[in-house]
């Protein structure tokens, strides 16, 4: 039914359907094809429908306009939304085993968390693991981004969206949060919001980071077949997106966000240039983690001549809580020649980053020994370095608290107070929670 039906048509559907068995239910699927007439015909159609008896479930990518909002208010609406049809870790066990694999709960846990219970790139992960000499080994290692799911994707997603909306999704991949004004910088296009909703709308895997609806993510396996499909297709305007975004970025003054996508466009000093400048300021100022940064570009020997960025980088790690490899580069850092300055700035940053360091190890006399040991420097040599005086009170008054000397954290809680570098967030709640520990 392509065209518009007459009323008696509409009735006579629905009369026929109260005929059906108490308890039936009519299934009118993929019907965000459905010509546009339909919709007007398919609204008359609910509205004589005996949903006392038969059920009427319209499968649609998209939200049908057959005013919905009504349906809600009279309470004759069951939605099922994409989160409903996530499978759960438990859900996840039993498909694999449908398939022959049985896998434990916690080494399905890292398949699960990659697939965000998405049944399809689940029931591709079986047909792999199902061949498996050990599944539960093959389960924790299994990259679900394989060729079948980026397959499938593009087939029946991607290749279905008009060329605008496609290359738009494609663009937009490289953004770890999707904001209306993040893909306008990075697209040039004017109505970047307005597609951003259409897409959400579509329900095209978009994950919503706020109850306004303002702030997306992708699904991360959609995220990552986008990825790759538009490196494959054109690897330098992949690039030039990367560095849009850096720029962008670099212009709101989140510099931790631009210098990823710095390092994503091969921009290597221009990345680590921002991190020496602001990371711990910008830390301070929203110690929300992004992503981590991609390592694999950045050969840390070649920055043995360059201290102050090798130890940027070695911070940004420890404050995303890599302890591992930003202790490495502390080392590396420690042995490099000519030695650090002993009263110099780059000293006593080196002296803040080792006290974040063994913080985050729990060795907390060491802590406040190589706090202290940056203060010092910092008033002998009168530098003044939002690096040093941001973090030392914080991690002071967290290391004097868990060590119990509420002496020192009334002392570091008065000083951090006049302090004028610290920033605000820290005054009014980790000072205030440091003194009711105490």
């Known amino acids: 039914m392509d065209r518009i039906a007459s009323a008696d048509v ?6 026929d359907a109260a005929k059906l068995p108490a308890g039936s239910a009519i299934i009118v699927d993929d019907f965000q094809n459905a010509a546009p007439a339909v919709c007007g015909n398919m609204t008359d159609l609910i509205e004589r429908w005996p949903a006392k008896t038969v059920q009427l479930v319209l499968a649609s990518r998209s939200d049908p306009p057959v005013r919905l909002h009504r349906l809600r208010m009279s309470d004759e609406l069951c939605e099922l939304r994409d989160h409903d049809l996530h499978f759960s870790l438990a859900e996840s066990r039993d498909l694999l085993a449908n398939f022959g694999v049985e896998v434990d709960v916690t080494d399905l ?5 990659r697939s965000e219970g998405w049944a399809a790139a689940l029931q591709m992960a079986a047909l792999s693991l199902r061949g498996a000499r050990d599944p539960a080994r093959a389960a924790q290692a299994l990259e679900v981004r394989s060729h079948a799911i980026a397959e499938y994707f593009i087939d029946e997603v991607l290749r ?48 919503a980071l706020d109850d306004e609806r303002t702030s997306f993510r992708y699904h991360h396996l959609v995220r990552q077949v986008l990825s ?3 490196r494959a297709r054109d690897y330098a305007r992949e690039q030039a997106l990367q560095l849009r975004a850096a720029e962008w970025f670099e212009s709101t003054g989140d510099t931790r966000h631009a210098s990823r ?47 102050g960025r090798l130890l940027a980088l070695a911070g940004d790690l420890l404050l995303s809580g890599d302890t591992a490899h930003g202790g490495e580069y502390l080392d590396l850092l420690e042995r490099a020649q000519p030695p650090i300055p002993p009263e110099s700035q780059l000293a006593a940053r080196f002296a803040t980053m080792r ?31 939002q690096w040093v005086t941001g973090a030392l009170p914080v991690i002071l008054l967290r290391a004097y608290t868990l060590l119990e000397d509420y002496e020192a954290v009334e002392r570091e809680a008065a000083g951090a107070l006049t302090t004028p570098e610290l920033p605000e967030p820290v005054k009014l709640v980790q000072v205030p929670g440091a003194r009711a520990l105490a």
Do not use: W
Not at 10 to 15: D, L
């Open 10 to 15: 509409t009735a006579s559907i629905a009369n």
């Open 109 to 113: 846990a890292p398949l699960y968390q």
């Open 160 to 207: 279905q969206q008009p060329p605008g909306v496609a290359r738009f999704m494609l663009d937009t991949s490289v953004l770890g949060e999707l904001t209306a004004d993040a893909c306008a910088a990075i697209t040039a296009r004017q109505d970047a919001a307005a597609l951003l909703h259409s897409i959400d709308a579509a329900n095209l895997f978009l994950v």
């Open 228 to 230: 790759a499909e538009l």
């Open 261 to 307: 996508h710095f390092l994503a466009a091969r921009h290597v000093d221009r990345a680590l240039t921002l991190l020496q400048d602001r990371l711990v300021t910008d830390f301070m100022r929203d110690p929300a983690l992004p992503a981590p940064l991609d390592l694999s570009i950045i050969d840390p020997s070649l920055l043995a001549d360059a201290p």
């Open 355 to 385: 006290s974040v360091r063994y913080a985050l190890t729990g060795q907390l006399t060491e802590t406040v020994d190589e706090a202290l040991a940056a203060r010092a420097i910092q008033k002998r040599t009168q530098l003044t370095d």
